[in-house]
């Protein structure tokens, strides 16, 4: 069954995120005061309301509390932003996530209840600036301060080589949890597989190896 998801504001980050949920096949209920986004939205989301998220009525009406996840999309008028999350947690919302434009305003939202703080202006500009630092790395996931989860092109000299013989845990203190290839993907590749031309490593380790790593193309 799809999940019920709304979306309040419909901005650029807003309506994106909406317009991927529902092309996923989704629910996706997309709420904004402004009359204009509303009417940009309508046939990218299941349906497209005017409404002020800070107001509680409007919010019962639209029977808020029966969605899966909702998420506050509003950015520069932090004031909205902090009643609607203070507002949605009240009524019973399950998940609300919350963009913030700033710290003080991520720390806000955490105090009055937001389940997950998005900071998309902050997240992109260190993902771009890692892709321009680290050119072989695909795409990473942080798990803490410390630990990383990267992709990282093969570097040329480990073509033809087997696991075994680069033997990235000895050599570099990171593992290799798996490879892909274009859109094949091999999980917990066997020790005796052969690297191939465009292969991709999926590794795991310390940051500070993880990078030694990357360098080495
Ligand atoms: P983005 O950076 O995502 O493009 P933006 O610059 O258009 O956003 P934001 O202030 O982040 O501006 O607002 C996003 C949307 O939230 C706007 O379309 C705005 O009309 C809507 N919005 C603001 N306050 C409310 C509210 N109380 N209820 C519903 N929607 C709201």
Not at 98 to 109: C, D, E, S, T, Y
Not at 133 to 140: A, G, R
Not at 151 to 162: A, G, S
Not at 182 to 204: A, M, Q, R, T, Y
């Amino acid at each position: 069954m799809a999940n019920q998801f709304a979306v309040i504001g419909l901005g650029r980050f807003g309506l994106n995120l909406a317009q991927k949920l529902f092309e996923s096949g989704q629910d996706v209920l997309g709420l904004d005061v402004n009359e204009e986004r509303v009417e940009e939205a309508q046939g990218y989301v299941t349906h497209a309301l005017i409404a002020d998220s800070t107001d509680e009525e409007a919010m019962k009406s639209v029977g808020i509390r029966n969605f899966d996840t909702v998420i506050v999309a509003i950015g520069n008028d932090i004031q909205a932003s902090i009643l609607s999350v203070l507002l949605l947690k009240e009524l019973g919302v399950q998940k609300v996530i919350a963009k913030a434009i700033n710290k003080l305003h991520g720390k806000v939202l955490d105090k009055v209840g937001a389940d997950w703080v998005v900071f998309p202006e902050k997240d992109m500009g260190l993902r771009v600036a890692h892709q321009l630092l680290s050119p072989n790395v695909l795409n990473f996931i942080e798990l803490s301060n410390d630990y990383s989860i990267e992709e990282v092109k093969i570097p040329e000299k480990m073509i033809d080589k087997t696991l075994r013989e680069i033997d990235f845990r000895a050599k570099f203190n990171i593992s290799v949890i798996a490879i892909r290839h274009n859109h094949d993907i091999f999980i917990s590749p066997s020790p005796d597989k052969l690297l191939d031309e465009g292969d991709v490593l999926v590794v795991i380790g310390k940051n500070r190896d993880l990078e030694r790593f990357a360098k080495l193309h």
